[in-house]
């Protein structure tokens, strides 16, 4: 199995993606090492603050030395040149908030999967021009699993991941999940309050939490 469907394979399976970020490099690590006790084994890091670089060099170094098994993304990537540079840092996956030619072509090149943001049927249409065969819906809580289960119809060889405003309670999770989804965004998993609080033993229940609440949503579907 290459690169690419591997990590595939890893998201449809956790069935979540964790997504955060945090301006200090020791609270990055720290909440990445609460999700990997609590069982999350492929997280996304955001490209949204000055620190992002550096703080991802610090993770990506922890992740090698202490977490085996832990796919470690980026996001929030808007040009080749902030992919370019995440891919030399260790990058295991890439994710954009739109459609970008040339991160695609450059994630293809070193065999790593490439998630791009996708709203419209057009917009799909282009991402499946580009060899895509999986995109992040976005805003989900605006577009709503009756969106998904619309399309789906018309790409019935994409895989859809809905990312922003999830919220992590059974009947909203039932609902994205009847309609097929690979997984779901968790940007809802780090709130601003554990990142402040450093709560990392919350943080860690509540990814078990929500992984098992996935699996019996899963096993009764």
């Known amino acids: 199995?290459?690169?690419?469907?591997?990590?595939?394979?890893?998201?449809?399976?956790?069935?979540?993606?964790p997504l955060y970020y945090a301006a200090d490099a020791?609270?990055?690590?720290?909440?990445?090492?609460?999700?990997?006790q609590g069982g999350i084994r492929t997280t996304e890091y955001a490209n949204r603050g000055e620190q992002a670089m550096k703080n991802f060099k610090e993770m990506?170094?922890?992740?090698?030395?202490?977490?085996?098994?832990?796919?470690?993304?980026?996001?929030?990537?808007?040009?080749?040149?902030?992919?370019?540079?995440?891919?030399?840092?260790?990058?295991?996956?890439?994710?954009?908030?739109g459609i970008l030619e040339s991160v695609i072509e450059l994630s293809d090149k070193h065999n790593l999967l490439c998630v791009p943001g996708c709203m419209t049927p057009s917009e799909i249409i282009r991402a499946e021009s580009c060899g895509v065969n999986m995109v992040k819906l976005f805003p989900a809580n605006t577009l709503g699993p009756s969106y998904i289960e619309a399309v789906q119809a018309l790409f019935?060889?994409?895989?859809?991941?809905?990312?922003?405003?999830?919220?992590?309670?059974?009947?909203?999770?039932?609902?994205?999940?009847?309609?097929?989804?690979?997984?779901?965004?968790?940007s809802k998993m780090i709130t601003k309050a554990v990142i402040e609080n450093q709560l990392y033993d919350d943080l860690s229940k509540e990814c078990q939490r929500a992984l098992n609440l996935i699996k019996t949503i899963r096993e009764s579907i």
Do not use: H
Not at 1 to 17: F, H, P, T
Not at 26 to 36: D, F, K, N, P, Q
Not at 67 to 77: S, V
């Open 1 to 17: 199995m290459d690169k690419k469907a591997e990590l595939k394979s890893l998201i449809k399976e956790q069935g979540i993606v």
């Open 26 to 36: 020791g609270v990055s690590i720290e909440l990445m090492r609460a999700m990997y």
């Open 60 to 97: 990506r170094k922890a992740c090698d030395a202490e977490m085996p098994g832990m796919r470690l993304g980026i996001g929030t990537i808007k040009n080749a040149e902030a992919a370019r540079e995440y891919i030399d840092e260790g990058a295991e996956f890439l994710v954009c908030p």
């Open 156 to 186: 019935t060889d994409m895989t859809f991941l809905p990312t922003g405003g999830i919220e992590l309670n059974e009947d909203n999770l039932r609902g994205w999940f009847k309609v097929g989804v690979c997984a779901v965004g968790g």
